[in-house]
């Protein structure tokens, strides 16, 4: 499998909290910030009160900037040499009590130099907000700043840092705004590390707003392959249903070797029932419908000669859609 794009009818998929691909030469991670679980397949410490809050792109993660903090246990940059980190957030009018928020930060643990790639923010007494990159490697640090680069708050927005061969470059809504040179000797980041979200990883500089997805990518992508928004915004309806019958269908094992199991509850048994695994391109690479004397008990599927990866599982009839990430590991 590669990757190459990610596109509006593979971004309807994502409900689920994890998008990884580990293929050809690209790897990619991308987190749907919908709960304080798990985020990303990884273990999360919830500090203050964030809340998972219904927006317009779904559910996402409302921080009130006042304590309100995830770690996630995971650096998705891990040994890249070049990475573009991703953001789709709502930064709220915040000035004066959140000028500075450290919102995405990603450190290795027990790191005496305190490495690190950084996303922040900064809020202006116009309540307008302006995008500040920051990375510190074992032989340098570079901030990437322009007051003068300003956005509204209070609506959604796409943020992006990329990094190669010492160029450091951030983007805000698809454009390029600063760009300046940072090198590394052995390592930019130490891999062993921790994602602090809605606040530095020493617990200040607090961010208050909304986050939906952070994306991370081991290679430098061009705008045009940014995430958009609006991508997450067209299935909002479709999405919904997730509430009602997300405890009505099981699937088990995740990760699954060679055969999966899917199993409805009585409750919504009765009707003919369309699944679907689609890879992380966005095909369909296995459907089939089944009638309701065909559904029941379990039904088994194959995965034996799948590739390992990440996968997303879609399981439809007329009265509701479940979309779950499907991890296959041989």
């Given at each position: 499998?590669?990757?190459?794009?990610?596109?509006?009818?593979?971004?309807?998929?994502?409900?689920?909290?994890?998008?990884?691909?580990?293929?050809?030469?690209?790897?990619?991670?991308?987190?749907?910030?919908?709960?304080?679980?798990?985020?990303?397949?990884?273990?999360?410490?919830?500090?203050?009160?964030?809340?998972?809050?219904?927006?317009?792109?779904?559910?996402?993660?409302?921080?009130d900037g006042n304590a309100d903090q995830l770690i996630i246990n995971s650096n998705p940059i891990d040994t890249a040499k070049e990475f573009t980190v991703e953001l789709i957030f709502k930064p709220f009018a915040c000035y004066?009590?959140?000028?500075?928020?450290?919102?995405?930060?990603?450190?290795?643990?027990?790191?005496?130099?305190?490495?690190?790639?950084?996303?922040?923010?900064?809020?202006?007494?116009?309540?307008?907000?302006?995008?500040?990159?920051?990375?510190?490697?074992?032989?340098?640090?570079?901030?990437?700043?322009?007051?003068?680069?300003?956005?509204?708050?209070?609506?959604?927005?796409?943020?992006?840092?990329?990094?190669?061969?010492?160029?450091?470059?951030?983007?805000?809504?698809?454009?390029?705004?600063?760009?300046?040179?940072?090198?590394?000797?052995?390592?930019?980041?130490?891999?062993?590390?921790?994602?602090?979200?809605?606040?530095?990883?020493?617990?200040?500089?607090?961010?208050?707003?909304?986050?939906?997805?952070?994306?991370?990518?081991?290679?430098?992508?061009?705008?045009?392959?940014?995430?958009?928004?609006?991508?997450?915004?067209?299935?909002?309806?479709?999405?919904?249903?997730?509430?009602?019958?997300?405890?009505?269908?099981?699937?088990?094992?995740?990760?699954?070797?060679?055969?999966?199991?899917?199993?409805?509850?009585?409750?919504?048994?009765?009707?003919r029932i369309s699944v679907k695994i689609i890879n992380i391109e966005g095909k369909t690479i296995f459907s089939n419908v089944y009638s309701?004397?065909?559904?029941?008990?379990?039904?088994?599927?194959?995965?034996?000669?799948?590739?390992?990866?990440?996968?997303?599982?879609?399981?439809?009839?007329?009265?509701?859609?479940?979309?779950?990430?499907?991890?296959?590991?041989?």
């Amino acid at each position: 499998m590669s990757l190459r794009k990610i596109t509006t009818g593979l971004l309807f998929l994502t409900v689920g909290k994890l998008f990884l691909c580990a293929s050809d030469s690209i790897y990619s991670e991308l987190w749907v910030l919908d709960n304080l679980e798990i985020i990303g397949g990884h273990e999360v410490s919830v500090l203050g009160n964030p809340q998972v809050a219904e927006t317009d792109l779904g559910n996402a993660i409302e921080f009130d900037g006042n304590a309100d903090q995830l770690i996630i246990n995971s650096n998705p940059i891990d040994t890249a040499k070049e990475f573009t980190v991703e953001l789709i957030f709502k930064p709220f009018a915040c000035y004066p009590d959140n000028i500075e928020p450290r919102f995405v930060h990603i450190q290795g643990t027990n790191d005496p130099q305190e490495k690190r790639v950084m996303m922040e923010l900064r809020v202006n007494k116009n309540n307008e907000c302006y995008l500040d990159g920051f990375m510190k490697t074992d032989t340098e640090n570079l901030t990437l700043i322009d007051e003068t680069l300003v956005h509204p708050t209070e609506v959604w927005h796409h943020a992006a840092i990329t990094y190669k061969q010492g160029t450091f470059t951030t983007y805000f809504n698809g454009e390029k705004e600063v760009s300046g040179t940072v090198n590394y000797s052995k390592e930019i980041i130490k891999p062993e590390g921790k994602t602090s979200l809605g606040a530095r990883m020493n617990n200040r500089a607090y961010y208050k707003g909304m986050m939906k997805v952070l994306k991370v990518t081991h290679t430098v992508l061009d705008p045009a392959g940014f995430m958009n928004p609006e991508d997450f915004m067209q299935n909002v309806t479709e999405n919904s249903y997730q509430k009602s019958f997300a405890d009505e269908i099981k699937t088990f094992p995740n990760p699954v070797d060679e055969e999966l199991k899917i199993r409805l509850t009585d409750h919504i048994r009765g009707a003919r029932i369309s699944v679907k695994i689609i890879n992380i391109e966005g095909k369909t690479i296995f459907s089939n419908v089944y009638s309701p004397e065909e559904f029941t008990g379990y039904l088994s599927i194959s995965t034996s000669h799948y590739l390992e990866g990440t996968y997303f599982l879609q399981v439809k009839s007329h009265k509701f859609v479940e979309n779950k990430v499907l991890l296959i590991r041989h």
